[in-house]
C-alpha cells in the first residue's frame, strides 16, 4: 500500500514540476523581448548607435537615451500627454456609450432591436484601415482633422462595436431578478442601472475600458493619416519619427526607450486590472 501511495506522490510531483517548468518556460519567451530591450535602452554613449546585438550594455549602464527622448519633436512628455488625453478620452466615452447601448440592448424591446444590433456587430468584419479615408474628409468638413478630438472620435467609432457586444453580454449574465426587485423597491430606471447593475458589470466596464485604452494608445495607421502637426503627434508616431528621421543614423538606444516608454503604462494597467479583466470575458464575452 505504501508502494502504491509513494508511486502516486512521484507522479504527482513530476506533473507539477512539468507543469510549472511549462510555465516559467513560456513566461520566459514572452518576457525575453521586452527584456532585451529595456537592456538595449541602457546602453551608453556610441555604443548606444550601434546596431542592436547584443542588447545588453557592456560599457556600463546609463541614462543618456531616456534623456535624449525629450529632444524629438515637441519632446517625448508632450507627446506622452497627447497620447493619454486621446487615450483617456476614447476610454471615457467608449465605457459610457458601450454602458448605455449594452444595457438598451439587453434589457428594452424596441423596433427591428435584433437587426440594429445585427449591424454593429458587422462592422466587426469591416477593416479599419479601408474606411480612413471617408472619415479623413467627414472629419475634414467637420473642422476636425488634424486634431485630438478627432482622432479621440475616430477610435470610439471604432471601439465602439466590440464594446457593445462585450456590454449587452454582460448585461445577459446578471439574473433579471436583481432589477425586478430593485423596481419593486421604488427604483427608476436609472438608479437600477447605477445602482445595481454598474457593480454587477464592472469586470466587462473593465474589460471594455482596457480595450479601448490599449488600442488608442498603441495605433499607428490612423494618427499617421489624421494627424500632420508634429506638436500633436501621439507618442507612437514621435517613436516612428525618431526611428525615421535621422539622416540614415539610428539611435538605436533611444528608440528602444521610446518602446520601454510606451510599454510601461500598458504593463501597470494590465497588471492591476487582469483580475477584472478576466473575470469579464469569463462571465460576459462569453455568454449570450
Known amino acids: 500500500m505504501s508502494l502504491v501511495t509513494g508511486r502516486k506522490k512521484s507522479r504527482v510531483i513530476r506533473g507539477q514540476a512539468a507543469y510549472h517548468g511549462t510555465g516559467i518556460a513560456i513566461a520566459i519567451f514572452f518576457l525575453a523581448p521586452f527584456v532585451i530591450t529595456l537592456l538595449a535602452s541602457l546602453r551608453h554613449g556610441t555604443e548606444a548607435r550601434l546596431p542592436p546585438l547584443p542588447p545588453w550594455p557592456t560599457n556600463g549602464i546609463s541614462f543618456d537615451s531616456y534623456r535624449s527622448l525629450d529632444s524629438f519633436g515637441a519632446g517625448i512628455w508632450q507627446h506622452t500627454l497627447n497620447s493619454l488625453i486621446v487615450s483617456v478620452a476614447t476610454v471615457v466615452l467608449t465605457v459610457v456609450i458601450s454602458l448605455l447601448a449594452g444595457y438598451g440592448f439587453s434589457r428594452y424591446r424596441f423596433p427591428m432591436k435584433n437587426v440594429f444590433f445585427i449591424l454593429i456587430i458587422a462592422t466587426l468584419m469591416i477593416p479599419f484601415q479601408s474606411i480612413l479615408t471617408p472619415l479623413f474628409i467627414i472629419l475634414a468638413r467637420l473642422g476636425l482633422n488634424n486634431s485630438l478630438f478627432g482622432l479621440t472620435l475616430v477610435y470610439v467609432t471604432l471601439q465602439l462595436p466590440f464594446s457593445v457586444f462585450m456590454m449587452r453580454n454582460s448585461f445577459e449574465a446578471v439574473p433579471i431578478e436583481l432589477e425586478e426587485s430593485a423596481r419593486v423597491d421604488g427604483c427608476s430606471s436609472f438608479g437600477t442601472l447605477v445602482r445595481i447593475m454598474l457593480p454587477a458589470v464592472r469586470p466587462g466596464l473593465v474589460t471594455v475600458g482596457l480595450f479601448a485604452f490599449l488600442a488608442s494608445w498603441s495605433e499607428f495607421f490612423a494618427p499617421l493619416i ?25 539611435d538605436y538606444a533611444a528608440l528602444e526607450a521610446g518602446v520601454v516608454f510606451m510599454a510601461v503604462p500598458c504593463l501597470v494597467l494590465f497588471a492591476f486590472l487582469q483580475r477584472s479583466y478576466v473575470r469579464g470575458f469569463t462571465s460576459g464575452a462569453l455568454k449570450g
Open 226 to 250: 489624421l494627424l500632420n502637426s508634429t506638436g500633436k503627434f501621439t507618442a507612437i508616431l514621435a517613436v516612428v519619427n525618431l526611428r525615421t528621421a535621422s539622416h540614415g543614423s539610428i
